[in-house]
């Protein structure tokens, strides 16, 4: 997004907030999340739930709301220098955070000290790369200067780890957390509940507007459905797709589904043998018919794409073939020495339903080409201890992320964060493409720039990406103003419960 525009943004923003009037907060939502958080520091939070709670108690300096436009949080603007390098947010004037704090650069400045601190082990520190110095020039101004050229430096404030926490409460973040957002935190009671309360200094006039929330943290699936339809819960976060026609059939349940660019695929090991072999991963892909494991494992509530890059974004590559090519597989695996196949463990993460589902599916799949697949399940909390990054064969994914950029470079740049950990992937001239689209700031060179990038992913083959996948809420129909969000955000500012 060009600078003026990101500029606007944070303006009408600005206005929208002074035109609030205040209003009586009402009710307590009943919630579910599906586990239990492991972090009440949003710095080292990895999962949806965390994020939800991330969202709620804390603020980043952009936000992105339902139409993924971005719009000024704790930063009511920001502006770049003409070589994209220096980038400067001027901050939101009387905000505090819950213990009383007033909200200032030195927060900012704090705040990103310790993500980049290796001892957080925040996944956020992959963005601090990009950053020479964090500057605060004023109580209400703070500057970046960055390394490199980039263009996309303010979306990144989106991500789900960069949430601003106060300068003088970082040692307390674990036990007694403090924020600026819409709810302050009440109690956490690991496997059982989180319960919020409002925020009566909220910044924004008369919002929040319900008093507080209870999240019930439900494992099974099942049991979160059946709450939602015996009206024990008001809101049920993340319906399983295969759940959405059925509550769908109730008439006391309003379920809200929206298109993301969450993803499933599958992770080859790049230096592992038999995926050391371009031949061997370009064969897995021929293999898969995308289309059906997408009426497979999310009952066609997605779209088959090559990449990240969903295909309703208007950079997306329609030129390139999702097809299944069964004898071209064949050849290309004959050809890497492998003419009858070869046997290998496929591990799938438990609670991952649409994971487990396309497992079975690659499974079938692959045996059409002579690879015999082990699918080995997995429980969650040991999979991403013992399986994620360590194994050569596994099913993987991951969530929306507020930009191309953000959705690409970490996973296919040979130095991205997410690559260096699942599939170990190098191309130089991957590399070249995303490096140049970093520092683009026009339109049609960067829906070139990652129209080409998608043609080289498909021929390089880090690893699968099989479908992008919608997104459900559901809610009782006494729960009014409430949006589901394609970030996988839970924005509860506006809503109420009757």
Same mark, same amino acid.
């Given at each position: 997004?060009?600078?003026?525009?990101?500029?606007?943004?944070?303006?009408?923003?600005?206005?929208?907030?002074?035109?609030?009037?205040?209003?009586?907060?009402?009710?307590?939502?009943?919630?579910?999340?599906?586990?239990?958080?492991?972090?009440?520091?949003?710095?080292?939070?990895?999962?949806?739930? *965390?994020?939800?709670?991330?969202?709620?108690?804390?603020?980043?300096?952009?936000?992105?709301?339902?139409?993924?436009?971005?719009?000024?949080?704790?930063?009511?603007?920001? *502006?770049?220098?003409?070589?994209?390098?220096?980038?400067?947010?001027?901050?939101?004037?009387?905000?505090?955070? #819950?213990?009383?704090?007033?909200?200032?650069?030195?927060?900012?400045?704090?705040?990103?000290?310790?993500?980049?601190?290796?001892?957080?082990?925040?996944?956020?520190?992959? #963005?601090?790369?990009?950053?020479?110095?964090?500057?605060?020039?004023?109580?209400?101004?703070?500057?970046?200067?960055?390394?490199?050229?980039?263009?996309?430096?303010?979306?990144?404030?989106?991500?789900?780890?960069?949430?601003?926490?106060?300068?003088?409460?970082?040692?307390?973040?674990?036990?007694?957390?403090?924020?600026?957002?819409?709810?302050?935190?009440?109690?956490?009671?690991?496997?059982?509940?989180?319960?919020?309360? =409002?925020?009566?200094?909220?910044?924004?006039?008369?919002?929040?507007?319900?008093?507080?929330?209870?999240?019930?943290?439900?494992?099974?699936?099942?049991?979160?459905?059946?709450?939602?339809?015996?009206?024990?819960?008001?809101?049920?976060?993340?319906?399983?797709? *295969?759940?959405?026609?059925?509550?769908?059939?109730?008439?006391?349940?309003?379920?809200?589904?929206?298109?993301?660019?969450?993803?499933?695929?599958?992770?080859?090991?790049?230096?592992?043998?038999?995926?050391?072999?371009?031949?061997?991963?370009?064969?897995?892909?021929?293999?898969?018919?995308?289309?059906?494991?997408?009426?497979?494992?999310?009952?066609?509530?997605?779209?088959?794409?090559?990449?990240?890059?969903?295909?309703?974004?208007?950079? %997306?590559?329609?030129?390139?073939?999702?097809?299944?090519?069964?004898?071209?597989?064949?050849?290309?695996?004959?050809?890497?020495?492998?003419?009858?196949?070869?046997?290998?463990?496929?591990?799938?993460?438990?609670?991952?339903?649409?994971?487990?589902?396309?497992?079975?599916?690659?499974?079938?799949?692959?045996?059409?080409?002579?690879?015999?697949?082990?699918?080995?399940?997995?429980?969650?909390?040991?999979?991403?201890?013992?399986?994620?990054?360590?194994?050569?064969?596994?099913?993987?994914?991951? %969530?929306?992320?507020?930009?191309?950029?953000?959705?690409?470079?970490?996973?296919? #740049?040979?130095?991205?964060?997410?690559?260096?950990?699942?599939?170990?992937?190098?191309?130089?001239?991957?590399?070249?493409?995303?490096?140049?689209?970093?520092?683009?700031?026009?339109?049609?060179?960067?829906? =070139?720039?990652?129209?080409?990038?998608?043609?080289?992913?498909?021929?390089?083959?880090?690893?699968?990406?099989?479908?992008?996948?919608?997104?459900?809420?559901? #809610?009782?129909?006494?729960?009014?103003?409430?949006?589901?969000?394609?970030?996988?955000?839970?924005?509860?500012?506006?809503?109420?419960?009757?």
């Amino acid at each position: 997004m060009a600078t003026g525009k990101m500029l606007a943004a944070g303006l009408a923003a600005s206005l929208a907030i002074l035109a609030c009037a205040p209003v009586l907060a009402k009710g307590v939502l009943r919630a579910t999340i599906s586990t239990s958080l492991n972090q009440l520091d949003p710095a080292r939070h990895t999962i949806g739930d *965390e994020y939800i709670y991330g969202l709620l108690v804390f603020g980043g300096l952009v936000a992105i709301d339902e139409d993924l436009k971005y719009r000024g949080e704790l930063a009511e603007k920001w *502006e770049a220098s003409e070589d994209l390098k220096t980038w400067t947010f001027y901050l939101r004037r009387g905000v505090k955070f #819950h213990h009383g704090k007033d909200f200032g650069s030195d927060d900012v400045a704090a705040t990103f000290k310790h993500i980049a601190n290796p001892a957080t082990g925040s996944s956020g520190r992959t #963005h601090m790369d990009l950053i020479e110095a964090v500057e605060p020039i004023d109580k209400h101004t703070i500057r970046f200067k960055l390394k490199i050229p980039y263009a996309g430096f303010a979306e990144i404030m989106v991500e789900r780890q960069l949430k601003i926490v106060a300068a003088d409460r970082i040692d307390k973040l674990s036990t007694d957390p403090s924020g600026t957002g819409p709810f302050m935190f009440k109690s956490f009671t690991p496997g059982d509940r989180l319960e919020l309360v =409002r925020n009566p200094n909220y910044y924004e006039k008369g919002l929040p507007k319900l008093d507080g929330v209870v999240f019930r943290i439900m494992p099974e699936n099942a049991a979160r459905v059946a709450a939602m339809e015996a009206g024990d819960i008001d809101l049920m976060w993340n319906v399983p797709l *295969e759940s959405i026609e059925k509550l769908r059939a109730n008439p006391k349940v309003t379920v809200d589904a929206v298109p993301t660019s969450t993803w499933d695929g599958i992770v080859m090991g790049n230096k592992t043998k038999p995926f050391d072999d371009v031949r061997v991963r370009r064969a897995v892909l021929l293999a898969l018919d995308k289309t059906q494991l997408t009426a497979f494992a999310v009952f066609g509530h997605g779209m088959p794409t090559h990449s990240p890059i969903s295909p309703r974004h208007p950079y %997306f590559n329609k030129q390139l073939s999702l097809k299944q090519d069964i004898p071209q597989a064949k050849k290309l695996l004959a050809e890497a020495g492998y003419p009858n196949g070869f046997k290998i463990v496929l591990h799938t993460p438990v609670g991952r339903p649409t994971r487990e589902r396309m497992g079975v599916a690659v499974q079938q799949m692959l045996r059409q080409v002579g690879i015999e697949v082990e699918l080995q399940r997995v429980p969650y909390n040991r999979f991403q201890t013992e399986v994620s990054g360590k194994s050569p064969f596994y099913m993987d994914g991951y %969530f929306t992320r507020p930009s191309i950029d953000t959705s690409t470079y970490p996973w296919y #740049h040979s130095s991205g964060s997410w690559n260096t950990r699942m599939w170990h992937f190098s191309s130089k001239r991957i590399d070249e493409v995303l490096d140049k689209a970093r520092i683009t700031k026009d339109e049609k060179e960067l829906n =070139r720039l990652y129209q080409q990038f998608q043609a080289y992913a498909v021929e390089d083959v880090p690893g699968v990406i099989a479908y992008v996948m919608n997104f459900a809420n559901a #809610h009782k129909k006494t729960v009014k103003g409430f949006r589901t969000h394609p970030y996988l955000w839970l924005d509860l500012r506006n809503t109420t419960v009757e």
